[in-house]
Protein backbone atom coordinates (compact mmCIF):
# COMPACT_ATOMS: atom_id res chain seq x y z
CA UNK A 1 0.00 0.00 0.00
CA UNK A 2 2.87 2.11 0.95
CA UNK A 3 4.21 1.71 -2.83
CA UNK A 4 0.98 2.46 -4.63
CA UNK A 5 0.61 5.67 -2.62
CA UNK A 6 4.32 6.83 -2.85
CA UNK A 7 3.10 5.89 -7.00
CA UNK A 8 0.15 8.16 -6.84
CA UNK A 9 1.56 11.25 -4.99
CA UNK A 10 4.40 11.16 -7.97
CA UNK A 11 1.09 10.92 -10.20
CA UNK A 12 -0.29 14.14 -8.53
CA UNK A 13 3.14 15.80 -8.54
CA UNK A 14 3.73 15.48 -12.21
CA UNK A 15 0.98 17.36 -13.45
CA UNK A 16 1.16 21.15 -13.57
CA UNK A 17 -2.10 21.80 -12.07
CA UNK A 18 -1.05 20.37 -8.68
CA UNK A 19 1.10 23.30 -8.41
CA UNK A 20 -1.91 25.65 -8.87
CA UNK A 21 -3.21 25.74 -5.55
CA UNK A 22 0.19 26.15 -3.98
CA UNK A 23 1.09 29.23 -6.16
CA UNK A 24 -2.31 30.40 -5.81
CA UNK A 25 -2.10 30.29 -1.70
CA UNK A 26 1.44 32.10 -2.25
CA UNK A 27 0.24 34.51 -4.49
CA UNK A 28 -2.73 35.34 -1.66
CA UNK A 29 -1.23 35.59 1.27
CA UNK A 30 1.56 37.87 0.03
CA UNK A 31 -0.61 40.27 -1.58
CA UNK A 32 -3.12 40.76 1.68
CA UNK A 33 0.13 40.51 4.33
CA UNK A 34 1.40 43.38 1.92
CA UNK A 35 -1.99 45.21 1.82
CA UNK A 36 -2.46 44.80 5.81
CA UNK A 37 1.08 46.13 6.05
CA UNK A 38 -0.24 49.35 4.29
CA UNK A 39 -4.04 49.35 6.15
CA UNK A 40 -3.72 46.91 8.68
CA UNK A 41 -3.07 50.08 11.36
CA UNK A 42 -5.97 52.09 10.21
CA UNK A 43 -8.06 48.93 10.19
CA UNK A 44 -7.65 47.98 13.37
CA UNK A 45 -8.19 51.40 14.68
CA UNK A 46 -11.16 51.63 13.10
CA UNK A 47 -12.49 48.00 14.40
CA UNK A 48 -11.57 49.15 18.11
CA UNK A 49 -12.77 52.98 17.36
CA UNK A 50 -16.07 52.14 20.32
CA UNK A 51 -13.54 50.92 23.10
CA UNK A 52 -10.70 53.50 22.46
CA UNK A 53 -12.53 55.87 24.79
CA UNK A 54 -13.01 53.51 27.23
CA UNK A 55 -9.16 51.39 27.13
CA UNK A 56 -6.27 51.61 26.31
CA UNK A 57 -4.58 49.29 24.28
CA UNK A 58 -0.84 48.79 24.73
CA UNK A 59 1.20 46.15 23.04
CA UNK A 60 1.45 44.83 19.08
CA UNK A 61 -2.00 43.93 18.17
CA UNK A 62 -1.16 44.01 14.53
CA UNK A 63 1.00 41.02 14.55
CA UNK A 64 1.78 37.71 12.56
CA UNK A 65 -1.14 36.00 14.59
CA UNK A 66 -3.99 38.23 13.70
CA UNK A 67 -3.06 38.50 9.97
CA UNK A 68 -2.81 34.39 9.82
CA UNK A 69 -6.04 34.48 11.61
CA UNK A 70 -7.70 36.96 9.24
CA UNK A 71 -6.41 35.20 6.18
CA UNK A 72 -7.72 32.20 7.54
CA UNK A 73 -11.20 33.53 7.38
CA UNK A 74 -10.27 35.24 3.96
CA UNK A 75 -8.98 32.10 2.19
CA UNK A 76 -11.53 28.85 3.59
CA UNK A 77 -14.01 29.27 1.02
CA UNK A 78 -11.55 29.39 -1.92
CA UNK A 79 -9.37 26.88 -1.01
CA UNK A 80 -11.86 23.85 -1.90
CA UNK A 81 -11.99 25.18 -5.29
CA UNK A 82 -8.12 24.55 -5.72
CA UNK A 83 -8.59 21.08 -4.09
CA UNK A 84 -10.94 20.07 -6.43
CA UNK A 85 -8.19 20.54 -9.42
CA UNK A 86 -6.72 17.86 -7.90
CA UNK A 87 -9.46 15.38 -6.49
CA UNK A 88 -11.61 16.30 -9.26
CA UNK A 89 -8.87 14.04 -11.09
CA UNK A 90 -7.80 11.46 -9.15
CA UNK A 91 -10.25 8.45 -10.80
CA UNK A 92 -11.68 10.24 -13.87
CA UNK A 93 -7.90 11.42 -14.84
CA UNK A 94 -6.95 7.42 -15.65
CA UNK A 95 -9.90 7.15 -17.58
CA UNK A 96 -9.09 10.36 -19.31
CA UNK A 97 -5.64 8.80 -20.41
CA UNK A 98 -7.11 5.55 -21.32
CA UNK A 99 -4.99 3.71 -18.05
CA UNK A 100 -7.56 1.57 -16.65
CA UNK A 101 -7.46 -1.77 -18.08
CA UNK A 102 -3.71 -1.13 -17.35
CA UNK A 103 -4.23 -0.32 -14.37
CA UNK A 104 -6.56 -3.13 -13.56
CA UNK A 105 -4.27 -5.40 -15.15
CA UNK A 106 -1.44 -5.04 -12.18
CA UNK A 107 -1.48 -8.19 -9.26
CA UNK A 108 -3.39 -5.53 -6.85
CA UNK A 109 -6.85 -5.35 -6.19
CA UNK A 110 -9.52 -2.57 -6.66
CA UNK A 111 -9.75 -2.01 -2.93
CA UNK A 112 -5.89 -0.67 -2.85
CA UNK A 113 -5.89 1.22 -5.79
CA UNK A 114 -8.64 2.99 -4.91
CA UNK A 115 -7.63 3.42 -1.41
CA UNK A 116 -4.04 4.31 -2.28
CA UNK A 117 -5.60 7.18 -4.66
CA UNK A 118 -7.95 8.54 -1.82
CA UNK A 119 -5.23 8.41 0.91
CA UNK A 120 -2.73 10.49 -2.07
CA UNK A 121 -5.62 13.01 -2.23
CA UNK A 122 -6.21 13.38 1.44
CA UNK A 123 -2.00 13.75 1.54
CA UNK A 124 -2.18 16.80 -1.12
CA UNK A 125 -5.13 18.50 0.31
CA UNK A 126 -3.31 18.12 4.07
CA UNK A 127 -0.09 19.56 2.10
CA UNK A 128 -1.60 22.76 0.92
CA UNK A 129 -2.94 23.67 4.39
CA UNK A 130 -0.05 23.26 6.00
CA UNK A 131 1.53 25.19 2.96
CA UNK A 132 -1.30 28.04 4.14
CA UNK A 133 -0.41 27.77 7.53
CA UNK A 134 3.30 28.10 7.22
CA UNK A 135 3.10 30.71 4.94
CA UNK A 136 0.78 33.03 6.73
CA UNK A 137 2.14 32.73 9.93
CA UNK A 138 6.18 32.25 9.21
CA UNK A 139 5.97 35.49 6.82
CA UNK A 140 3.03 37.43 8.96
CA UNK A 141 5.58 36.97 12.02
CA UNK A 142 8.85 38.12 9.84
CA UNK A 143 6.55 41.09 8.46
CA UNK A 144 4.70 41.74 11.88
CA UNK A 145 6.20 40.21 14.45
CA UNK A 146 4.21 38.96 17.57
CA UNK A 147 1.92 39.32 20.28
CA UNK A 148 -1.66 38.92 21.81
CA UNK A 149 -4.00 37.75 19.50
CA UNK A 150 -7.18 40.17 18.95
CA UNK A 151 -10.53 38.84 18.02
CA UNK A 152 -14.07 40.20 17.87
CA UNK A 153 -16.92 37.38 18.88
CA UNK A 154 -20.47 38.66 18.66
CA UNK A 155 -19.44 42.00 19.39
CA UNK A 156 -17.19 41.24 21.78
CA UNK A 157 -13.49 41.76 21.82
CA UNK A 158 -11.46 38.65 23.57
CA UNK A 159 -7.59 39.05 23.57
CA UNK A 160 -5.30 35.98 23.74
CA UNK A 161 -2.23 35.71 25.87
CA UNK A 162 0.83 34.70 23.87
CA UNK A 163 1.19 31.53 25.61
CA UNK A 164 -2.99 31.07 24.74
CA UNK A 165 -2.48 31.00 21.03
CA UNK A 166 -0.02 28.09 18.85
CA UNK A 167 -1.95 25.31 20.16
CA UNK A 168 -5.29 27.18 19.03
CA UNK A 169 -3.72 27.49 15.34
CA UNK A 170 -2.47 23.99 15.49
CA UNK A 171 -5.91 22.66 16.09
CA UNK A 172 -7.70 24.69 13.72
CA UNK A 173 -5.54 24.40 11.32
CA UNK A 174 -5.72 20.51 12.03
CA UNK A 175 -9.93 21.10 11.60
CA UNK A 176 -9.49 22.78 8.12
CA UNK A 177 -7.30 19.44 7.33
CA UNK A 178 -10.52 16.98 7.98
CA UNK A 179 -12.61 19.91 6.39
CA UNK A 180 -11.44 20.26 3.12
CA UNK A 181 -10.99 16.61 2.95
CA UNK A 182 -14.35 16.27 3.03
CA UNK A 183 -13.94 18.18 -0.38
CA UNK A 184 -11.29 15.72 -1.54
CA UNK A 185 -13.85 12.92 -0.74
CA UNK A 186 -16.57 14.65 -2.56
CA UNK A 187 -14.49 15.07 -5.85
CA UNK A 188 -13.20 12.17 -5.49
CA UNK A 189 -16.27 10.05 -5.46
CA UNK A 190 -17.60 12.16 -8.47
CA UNK A 191 -14.44 11.72 -10.65
CA UNK A 192 -15.14 7.77 -10.55
CA UNK A 193 -18.74 8.44 -11.90
CA UNK A 194 -17.19 10.30 -15.11
CA UNK A 195 -14.29 10.18 -17.58
CA UNK A 196 -13.63 13.90 -17.77
CA UNK A 197 -12.00 15.94 -15.04
CA UNK A 198 -13.84 19.16 -15.75
CA UNK A 199 -17.35 17.68 -14.75
CA UNK A 200 -16.51 16.65 -11.30
CA UNK A 201 -14.24 19.62 -10.40
CA UNK A 202 -17.43 22.22 -11.28
CA UNK A 203 -19.96 20.04 -9.48
CA UNK A 204 -18.37 20.25 -6.69
CA UNK A 205 -18.19 23.29 -6.60
CA UNK A 206 -21.86 23.64 -7.71
CA UNK A 207 -22.68 21.40 -5.01
CA UNK A 208 -20.80 23.80 -2.07
CA UNK A 209 -22.07 26.79 -4.24
CA UNK A 210 -25.70 25.76 -3.53
CA UNK A 211 -25.18 24.27 0.24
CA UNK A 212 -24.07 27.52 1.31
CA UNK A 213 -26.81 29.34 -0.32
CA UNK A 214 -29.23 27.21 1.20
CA UNK A 215 -27.53 27.09 4.65
CA UNK A 216 -27.64 31.52 4.93
CA UNK A 217 -31.18 31.59 3.14
CA UNK A 218 -33.39 31.60 6.36
CA UNK A 219 -36.55 29.31 5.32
CA UNK A 220 -38.52 27.28 6.77
CA UNK A 221 -38.35 24.51 4.18
CA UNK A 222 -34.22 24.21 4.36
CA UNK A 223 -34.34 24.36 8.50
CA UNK A 224 -34.61 20.43 8.27
CA UNK A 225 -32.06 19.91 6.21
CA UNK A 226 -29.39 22.10 6.77
CA UNK A 227 -28.13 19.58 9.68
CA UNK A 228 -26.87 17.62 7.00
CA UNK A 229 -24.85 20.07 4.86
CA UNK A 230 -21.39 19.33 5.86
CA UNK A 231 -20.69 23.32 4.29
CA UNK A 232 -22.70 24.03 8.15
CA UNK A 233 -19.22 22.99 9.89
CA UNK A 234 -16.90 23.48 7.40
CA UNK A 235 -15.87 26.45 9.71
CA UNK A 236 -16.23 25.41 13.05
CA UNK A 237 -12.28 25.72 13.34
CA UNK A 238 -13.34 29.21 14.40
CA UNK A 239 -14.63 27.34 17.49
CA UNK A 240 -10.71 27.01 19.01
CA UNK A 241 -10.68 31.15 18.95
CA UNK A 242 -13.73 30.99 21.23
CA UNK A 243 -13.42 32.18 24.95
CA UNK A 244 -14.06 29.31 26.31
CA UNK A 245 -13.30 26.77 23.55
CA UNK A 246 -16.75 24.95 23.06
CA UNK A 247 -14.85 21.32 22.63
CA UNK A 248 -18.98 19.41 22.26
CA UNK A 249 -19.78 21.90 19.04
CA UNK A 250 -15.83 21.06 17.63
CA UNK A 251 -16.66 17.15 17.84
CA UNK A 252 -19.82 16.90 16.61
CA UNK A 253 -18.40 18.61 13.58
CA UNK A 254 -15.63 16.23 13.21
CA UNK A 255 -17.90 13.35 13.29
CA UNK A 256 -20.77 14.54 10.99
CA UNK A 257 -17.81 15.44 8.97
CA UNK A 258 -15.40 12.20 9.25
CA UNK A 259 -19.27 10.52 8.10
CA UNK A 260 -18.95 12.33 5.03
CA UNK A 261 -15.48 11.46 3.89
CA UNK A 262 -15.91 7.69 4.94
CA UNK A 263 -19.05 7.49 3.44
CA UNK A 264 -18.08 8.82 -0.12
CA UNK A 265 -14.80 6.82 -0.13
CA UNK A 266 -17.02 3.66 0.58
CA UNK A 267 -19.17 4.96 -2.18
CA UNK A 268 -16.54 5.16 -4.46
CA UNK A 269 -14.87 2.04 -4.03
CA UNK A 270 -18.20 0.35 -3.87
CA UNK A 271 -18.65 1.84 -7.32
CA UNK A 272 -15.48 1.09 -8.68
CA UNK A 273 -15.15 -2.50 -7.34
CA UNK A 274 -18.42 -2.97 -9.91
CA UNK A 275 -16.82 -0.47 -12.75
CA UNK A 276 -16.87 -2.36 -16.13
CA UNK A 277 -13.64 -1.17 -17.95
CA UNK A 278 -13.70 -2.74 -21.14
CA UNK A 279 -16.26 -0.80 -22.46
Known amino acids: MFTLIQIELYKIFRKWRSYIGFIAITLLVVIIQVAISYEGARTLKFATRSLQQSFVFVGNFLNGYLVSHIIMNSLYIHIPF ?71 QSSVLVIFARGDI ?85 WNSLLILGIHIFGLYGLTLFLFSRKDILT
Open 82 to 152: LVTLVAGDLMSGEATAGTYRMLIARPVSRFNIVTAKFIAGIIYTALLIIWLAALSMGLGSILFGTGELLTL
Open 166 to 250: LWRFAYAYAFAIVSMSVVTALAFFLSALVENSIGPIITTMAIIIAFIIISAIDVSVFHSIKPYLFTNYMADWKSFFNKPTDYSTV
